[in-house]
Nanobody, 112 residues
């Protein structure tokens, strides 16, 4: 079945970095747009970044531009989110989404 599994979340100090990974299975990964969303406590789930099937085009929320980078490895069925210069407001559960499927999320907590 179609499955997305995130990993790489954790506790990090403000200004630090984390790399999230999303392992995809059960579908032809290389044909699908892949995205990262996040949901902070008490807030809606928001789009963070997107990458086209070839990996040649990316888009970012204004709040993360210049700090986050989305990438993918179609040979490994993986999508990544490199997060640098993390801020307190980046604290959220981060979700991988593609082919109408959500992962279960990975928690990122940024401390001062």
């Amino acid at each position: 079945q179609v499955q997305l599994v995130e990993s790489g979340g954790g506790l990090v100090q403000a200004g630090g970095s984390l790399r999230l990974s999303c392992a995809a299975s059960g579908f032809t990964f290389s044909k699908y747009l892949m995205t990262w969303y996040r949901q902070a406590p008490g807030k809606e789930r928001d789009l963070v970044a997107a990458i086209n099937p070839a990996g040649s085009t990316t888009n970012y929320a204004d709040s993360v531009k210049g700090r986050f980078t989305i990438s993918r490895d179609n040979a490994k069925n993986m999508v990544y989110l490199q997060m640098n210069n993390l801020k307190l407001e980046d604290t959220a559960v981060y979700y991988c989404y593609g082919r109408t499927t959500w992962g279960k999320g990975t928690l990122v907590t940024v401390s001062s």
